[in-house]
């Protein structure tokens, strides 16, 4: 059983920036990425890379927020920039072991193991 902490959430103004962290338990050999989540809405994919490298981004975020990894720590970083109110949600830290293709790379029912989430508030 894989385990995800995610950390580095907080309040910021708008235009700001938060790095985001998540430090899995173990090596994760397939993909991990970021969801968010607000109220009343389904999750959404924000970005996520898979073994190798490949990353995919949502369309909207593209130029704003930067995905990463430093596999010696088992670690997931998404820098986030330019915030807007709009970003404010509850980060997830996903992980799917095995073969993720591009395509569910930001589909959140292929991904088996959910940190606790971290709340990033932006506001105005």
């Known amino acids: 059983q894989v385990q995800l902490v995610e950390s580095g959430g907080g309040s910021v103004q708008a235009g700001g920036s938060l790095r985001l962290s998540c430090t899995a338990s173990e090596y994760i050999d397939g993909c991990w990425g970021w969801f968010r989540q607000v109220p009343g809405k389904e999750r959404e994919g924000v970005a996520a890379i898979a073994t190798g490298g490949s990353t995919r981004y949502a369309d909207s975020l593209k130029g704003r927020f930067t995905i990463s990894e430093d596999n010696a720590k088992n670690t997931l970083y998404l820098e986030m920039h330019s915030l807007k109110p709009e970003d404010t949600a509850v980060y997830y830290c996903?992980?799917?072991?095995?073969?993720?293709?591009?395509?569910?790379?930001?589909?959140?029912?292929?991904?088996?193991?959910w940190g606790q989430g971290t709340q990033v508030t932006v506001s105005s």
């Open positions: 996903a992980a799917a072991r095995g073969i993720c293709s591009y395509w569910s790379l930001l589909t959140p029912g292929y991904f088996d193991y």
